[in-house]
């Protein structure tokens, strides 16, 4: 049996990022740290940074006052700030940038009166986040494309969720686009989640079977397996060695292998030493280079001061 592993995978520079904030937090201001929801969705990155001193609530309000609380890569909204003002909370913002960005879009394009739509998964953090920062109408493909019921001249911008089927959110775009005259569309899709799925139809083009290594809660994952699928190969979401059953390798000579954006590169070697194939290919892809600044409070090796959100 032979492997075929996807390029780019793993980590993207916003998971670094957030990484990096709970862990020199720690470092800095010594435990507790608090994370404002699962830093990013990977039960395997999270476990690591809780046994180091990190905890993960769901609440601001859980937040014991006067303490550091790094709000996740998916993006918060507006009122979880306040809350944490008011409870005097030292704040450190692991938002990805790329995040960031659209709830920038949201606002810039709010200010100019047009209607805002997002594409986006209901009840994901991220929609959450942006949702809180601008009125705006959503449209979750996987429950078919209903359209807000404006007029047809109605200036009308679209953002979307950063870790979408990059496919399945074009359709949903030329359906918006064929219903209203007036429509800005917003290139939200991040650069790690359009590599990764372009990859995985690279690997369909050698493979019998594509194992994705990431959390079931994890978005960029689970468009990952769903693009395998539309190229008509099989494909399985797992986060662990543990969950590989037997009967997927029957009839199976290649197999390729990918990570989502929130996936560590060891949960994709104990899978590929699970696996034991004869051989290793490693499919070349989109470089990626990319890096994201700490906030400006970590940024000073001798800080370390405590301050307010």
Known sequence: M??????????????????????????????????????????YVVDDLESKGAKTV???????????????????????????????????????????????EAKRYDREGRKLIIVGHKGHQEVRG????RPMFLIDERDGVSLPEWNDDTPVTVLTQTTLSVDDTLQVIDEIEDNFDNVIVRNDLCYATTNRQFAVKE??????????????NSSNCNRLREVANAQGVPA????????????????????????????????????VDA??????TTIRGAEEDIRFKLP????????TELWYA
């Not at 780019?8 to 929801?37: N, Q, S, T, W």
């Not at 060695?241 to 996936?263: C, H, R, Y």
């Not at 400006?296 to 800080?303: Q, T, Y």
Request: charged share 25%; aromatic share 6%.
């Open 130 to 133: 942006t949702m809180g920062h």
């Open 58 to 104: 769901e609440n601001v309000d859980e937040i014991p006052p006067e303490s550091v609380v790094v709000f996740s890569a998916h993006g918060s909204p507006p009122e979880d700030f306040e809350r944490a003002r008011d409870r005097d909370l030292h704040v450190l913002d692991a938002t990805c940038p790329l995040v960031t960005k659209v709830h920038n």
């Open 203 to 216: 690997l369909c083009k050698l493979v019998d079977l594509v194992l994705v290594i990431g959390a079931p």
């Open 2 to 43: 032979k492997v075929y592993l996807g390029t780019p995978r793993g980590f993207c520079a916003g998971v670094v990022m957030a990484i990096d904030v709970v862990e020199i937090a720690l470092e800095r201001f010594g435990a507790p740290v608090y994370m404002k929801h699962q830093i990013v969705h990977n039960p």
């Open 236 to 271: 399985h979401l797992i986060n662990s060695p543990g969950e590989l059953k037997d009967e997927w390798f029957e009839g199976v000579e290649n197999v390729g292998v990918t990570s989502g954006a929130s996936t560590p590169e060891e949960l994709v070697s104990a899978v």
């Open 275 to 280: 696996i034991a194939p004869d051989k290793v």
């Open 296 to 303: 400006k409070v970590l940024c000073c090796e001798r800080h």
